[in-house]
C-alpha cells in the first residue's frame, strides 16, 4: 500500500506542480508582456480539470504517508525529528497554497483584466514557489532531511 500510496503522491505532484511551473514560465510572461489576461484564463480552465483533482490526490495521500512516516499526528507540527519538522512545513505551505488560490478564485480572477494582471501574475509566482517547495520538503522527507 504504501508504495502505490508514494506513487499517486507523486504523480499529484507531477501534475500540481508542472502545470505551474508552465503557467509561470511559458504562458505567464508573454501575458503579462501583451497585457492579455486571456491565455492566463485559457489555461487555468483547461488545468483546474487536472490541477484540483491533482492537489486533492496530493493531500490524501500525503496524509496516509504523514501518519506512516510520523504516526503521532502531534508531531506533526515539528516537535519531533527531521520528519516531523518537514512535514509541518509542507502543512504551512498547504496554508499558504490555500490562502493565496482562495484569494485569487475570490478577489482576482472574477476582477481579472489588463490592470489586474500583475497582482494575479505575483500569485501564479507565489504558487509555483510553493509548489517547488512541496517537492523539496516532500523528496527531504523520504531522504531523511535537507542538506
Do not use: N
Not at 18 to 35: D, I, K, N, S
Not at 81 to 96: D, F, H, I, R, W
Not at 122 to 142: K, M, N
Request: some cysteine; proline content about 7%; hydrophobic content about 55%.
Amino acid at each position: 500500500m504504501y508504495k502505490l500510496f508514494v506513487i499517486l503522491h507523486l504523480l499529484g505532484a507531477t501534475v500540481w506542480v508542472g502545470g505551474h511551473l508552465v503557467l509561470c514560465l511559458a504562458v505567464l510572461p508573454p501575458a503579462l508582456r501583451a497585457r492579455d489576461p486571456a491565455p492566463i484564463r485559457a489555461f487555468e480552465e483547461r488545468f483546474e480539470r487536472l490541477g484540483v483533482p491533482a492537489l486533492l490526490l496530493q493531500i490524501v495521500t500525503g496524509l496516509w504517508l504523514a501518519h506512516y512516516w510520523v504516526p503521532d499526528w502531534r508531531q506533526w507540527l515539528g516537535s519531533g525529528g527531521p520528519q516531523s519538522q518537514l512535514l509541518a512545513t509542507k502543512l504551512v505551505l498547504l496554508a499558504l497554497t490555500a490562502a493565496l488560490g482562495v484569494h485569487a478564485r475570490l478577489v482576482l480572477i472574477p476582477r481579472l483584466d489588463a490592470a489586474t494582471l500583475p497582482k494575479l501574475g505575483l500569485h501564479i509566482v507565489g504558487v509555483t514557489v510553493l509548489a517547488v517547495a512541496f517537492l523539496v520538503a516532500g523528496a527531504g522527507i523520504r531522504l531523511g532531511g535537507l542538506p
